[in-house]
């Protein structure tokens, strides 16, 4: 049974950081990112990063771009999501997603909250 559990969520001050985790039981996943979900807004791609042999390729929303890093731990199933510079309106719920390739990530996880708020 494949199962992506989030962690890494919290509150934090704008300007901060905040560093998400997702681990991957049940499978092994060449693609695997990140999306959220703000309040009334539809879900959205905030980085992705897929395997190629032994090449990981990542790619961001303009909106993290040099604020947010994507990695992967093949050893350990897992992606990591690191978020620095943090603003109010990176405020959302954040969701895992992987699936054998780009075209077919099916798999979510149960999401993580994530608050910027002074």
């Known amino acids: 049974q494949v199962q992506l559990v989030e962690s890494g969520g919290g509150l934090v001050q704008p300007g901060g950081s905040l560093r998400l985790s997702c681990a991957a039981s049940?499978?092994?996943?060449?693609?695997m990112g990140w999306y959220r979900q703000a309040p009334g807004k539809q879900r959205e791609l905030v980085a992705r990063?897929?395997?190629?042999?032994?090449?990981?390729?990542?790619n961001y929303a303009d909106s993290v771009k040099g604020r947010f890093t994507i990695s992967r731990d093949n050893a350990k199933n897992t992606v990591y999501l690191q978020m620095n510079s943090l603003k109010p309106e990176d405020t959302a719920v954040y969701y895992c997603?992987?699936?054998?390739?780009?075209?077919?990530?099916?798999?979510w996880g149960q999401g993580t909250q994530v608050t910027v708020s002074s």
């Open positions: 997603n992987a699936g054998p390739s780009i075209a077919n990530m099916g798999y």
């Open positions: 990063i897929t395997r190629s042999g032994s090449t990981n390729y990542a």
């Open positions: 049940g499978s092994i996943f060449n693609a």
